[in-house]
């Protein structure tokens, strides 16, 4: 049975930078595209960045381009989602989630995956 564990979450300022890791225990790697979504309160959960299995394709919501990374360590089973340039707006608890997939190319933005995680909080003061 696969998982996939989120950390990193934090309070910062507006303006910061924060890292979230995700460990992926879904073998192998390279089968599953992954994705990180976010649920702040009263909404609900939205894809955020997603990646497809071998890393040739990554989608971000409009919101975050530009400003967030997703990427993939095939070495270690992590997933990473880079965020610059945070703002109040970006507070939420952030999901990893975990996808096989045949296509190559494939990143699903709707959050029908079958693995998730616990989720991370991150916080964004102004």
């Known amino acids: 049975q696969g998982q996939v564990v989120e950390s990193g979450g934090r309070l910062v300022q507006a303006g910061d930078s924060l890292k979230l890791s995700c460990a992926a225990s879904?073998?192998?790697?390279?089968?599953?595209?992954m994705a990180w979504f976010r649920q702040a309160p009263g909404k609900e959960r939205e894809f955020v960045a997603g990646?497809?299995?071998?890393?040739?394709?990554?989608d971000y919501t409009d919101s975050v381009k530009d400003r967030f990374t997703i990427s993939k360590d095939y070495n270690n089973n992590m997933v990473y989602l880079q965020m610059d340039a945070l703002n109040p707006e970006d507070t939420a608890i952030y999901y990893c989630?975990?996808?096989?997939?045949?296509?190559?190319?494939?990143?699903?933005?709707?959050?029908?995956?079958?693995?998730w995680g616990q989720g991370t909080q991150v916080t964004v003061s102004s």
């Open positions: 989630a975990g996808e096989r997939t045949q296509s190559t190319t494939s990143v699903p933005t709707t959050p029908n995956y079958t693995y």
């Open positions: 879904l073998h192998p790697f390279s089968d599953y595209a």
């Open positions: 990646i497809s299995r071998y890393s040739s394709r990554t």
